[in-house]
C-alpha cells in the first residue's frame, strides 16, 4: 500500500474502540466520518479492543453479540475492509504479548496518576482490577505494535497517548529504535454532539438515558421521539447563540446530516417554531442513516461473510504485529526458536 504518485509509503494510523454501550450519532459525526476520509489516504487500522472492554464486567452472551454488532456497524458506516485493516483485537495475540513486556518498562506510579484509573476506580469500587490499571498499557501496545504514525484521540484519551509515546521512547533509548513514536491527530471536520436531554454534556454511547443519545442503527420512529423530546430552550425561534446549546446542537445535527451550514439552516427555519424544526433534523437523521441500517441488518444476516471479514482483518494485522514482536524479543534478548 504505497502512495504511487509520490512513491512514499503512506502514514499509519490505528485507532480502537470498545465495544460497550452504543454506536451513537455523535461518534458517527466526531469519529467515523472522519475514519472514512483516513482510509483513503493513510494505511489505516481499526481495532474492535474488546481486551480492553474487560476491564468491567460483561455478560458474556450479550458482549459477544455486541462485539459482532460494533464490527458490522463500522462495515455498514463505510470502513472498507479493502482499505482499511479491521479486526477484533482479541484475535491478534500480539496485542497481550506485547502488553506484558511493555508492562516491564511501565511504572505503578505512572498508571495510578491516570485520570481515566482514578475516575473508574471510584466508579467500580468493588472491581478495581490490574486490567483498570493495565489498561494504557494494553493501548501502547495496540499502537505500538503496528509502527503507528498518528492515532486520531479525542481530549480524554490524549493522556493515554502521551503514556504510549513515553513507554516507545523508554524503550527505544534502552535499546535502540524500534518503535515509532505516535502522534496525536486531531481531525479537522467532525462536529462535537451534545446530550438531547442535556445539550451542555456530551452525547455518551453509555448514557443511562436512553433519549439523550441516538444510535446509528435506530429505527426511525425512535429516533424522531427522540429529536420531538430533545430539550431546547424556552424560546421559539431558532438561531445561532451560545445561550441556546440545545437548538445549536440540533442545528449542528442537521448541518452534519445534509451538508448545509448550520447558518443557512437557521435562516430556513427561524420562525416555524421548534416542532417543525426538530421534526425536520429527525428526518434528516432517520433519511442519513436509512441506508447505514439496512446495510447493518443485511451484514447481521451473513455471518459467514462478517467472520470472513474478521479473519482476513486478523491475518493482516497479525503479519504486522508478528514482525514488531520479532524485533523486540531480539532486542530484549529472549531466546529465538529457529
Ligand atoms: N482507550 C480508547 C477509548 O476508550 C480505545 C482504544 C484502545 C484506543 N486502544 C486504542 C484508541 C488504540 C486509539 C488507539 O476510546
Same mark, same amino acid.
Given at each position: 500500500m504505497e502512495d504511487l504518485v509520490n512513491n512514499i509509503p503512506k502514514k499509519v494510523v490505528y485507532s480502537g474502540i470498545q465495544p460497550t454501550g452504543i454506536i451513537t450519532i455523535g461518534n458517527y459525526i466526531g469519529a467515523i466520518d472522519n475514519w472514512l476520509k483516513l482510509q483513503e489516504d493513510y494505511n489505516s487500522l481499526f481495532s474492535i479492543v474488546d481486551l480492553h472492554a474487560l476491564t468491567v464486567r460483561q455478560n458474556p452472551a450479550e458482549y459477544r453479540q455486541r462485539a459482532l454488532s460494533f464490527f458490522a456497524q463500522y462495515l455498514a458506516a463505510g470502513i472498507d475492509p479493502n482499505k482499511a485493516i479491521i479486526y477484533f483485537q482479541s484475535h491478534v495475540k500480539e496485542h497481550a504479548e506485547l502488553c506484558w513486556i511493555l508492562n516491564c518498562f511501565t511504572y505503578v506510579g505512572e498508571m495510578t496518576r491516570m485520570t481515566q484509573f482514578k475516575d473508574k476506580s471510584k466508579k467500580n469500587e468493588d472491581n478495581i482490577n490490574m486490567g483498570l490499571l493495565d489498561y494504557p498499557v494494553l493501548m501502547a501496545a495496540d499502537i505500538l505494535l503496528y509502527q503507528t504514525d498518528l492515532v486520531p484521540v479525542g481530549v480524554d484519551q490524549k493522556q493515554h497517548l =502521551? #503514556? *504510549? $509515546?513515553?513507554? *516507545?521512547? $523508554?524503550?527505544?533509548?534502552?535499546?535502540? !529504535? %524500534?518503535?515509532?513514536?505516535?502522534? &496525536?491527530? #486531531? !481531525?479537522?471536520? &467532525?462536529?462535537?454532539?451534545?446530550?438531547?436531554?442535556? !445539550? @451542555? &454534556?456530551? /452525547?455518551?454511547?453509555?448514557?443511562?438515558?436512553?433519549? *439523550?443519545?441516538?444510535?446509528?442503527? =435506530?429505527?426511525?420512529?425512535?429516533? /424522531? $421521539?427522540?429529536?420531538? $423530546? *430533545?430539550? %431546547?430552550?424556552?424560546? %421559539? @425561534?431558532?438561531? #445561532?447563540?451560545?445561550?441556546?446549546? &440545545? #437548538?445549536?446542537?440540533?442545528? @449542528?445535527i442537521m448541518s452534519a446530516m445534509t451538508g448545509q451550514t448550520i447558518e443557512s439552516l437557521a435562516d430556513e427555519y427561524r420562525d416555524g417554531g421548534y416542532a417543525k424544526f426538530k421534526q425536520a433534523v429527525g428526518e434528516s437523521v432517520v433519511e442519513k442513516f436509512r441506508p447505514l441500517r439496512e446495510e447493518y441488518n443485511r451484514l447481521m444476516q451473513d455471518k459467514g461473510y462478517l467472520m470472513q471479514v474478521a479473519k482476513d482483518g486478523a491475518e493482516k494485522a497479525s503479519r504486522i504485529a508478528y514482525r514488531t514482536m520479532q524485533k523486540v524479543k531480539r532486542k530484549i534478548g529472549l531466546v529465538e526458536l529457529k
Open positions: =502521551e #503514556i *504510549a $509515546r513515553d513507554i *516507545a521512547i $523508554r524503550f527505544n533509548n534502552l535499546y535502540s !529504535p %524500534t518503535f515509532k513514536v505516535p502522534e &496525536g491527530y #486531531i !481531525p479537522k471536520q &467532525g462536529a462535537k454532539i451534545f446530550s438531547l436531554q442535556d !445539550p @451542555t &454534556g456530551k /452525547m455518551s454511547k453509555s448514557d443511562p438515558d436512553p433519549n *439523550a443519545s441516538v444510535a446509528i442503527i =435506530e429505527d426511525p420512529d425512535s429516533i /424522531m $421521539r427522540k429529536f420531538k $423530546r *430533545a430539550v %431546547t430552550d424556552c424560546e %421559539t @425561534t431558532v438561531e #445561532i447563540r451560545e445561550d441556546k446549546p &440545545g #437548538i445549536l446542537n440540533l442545528l @449542528t
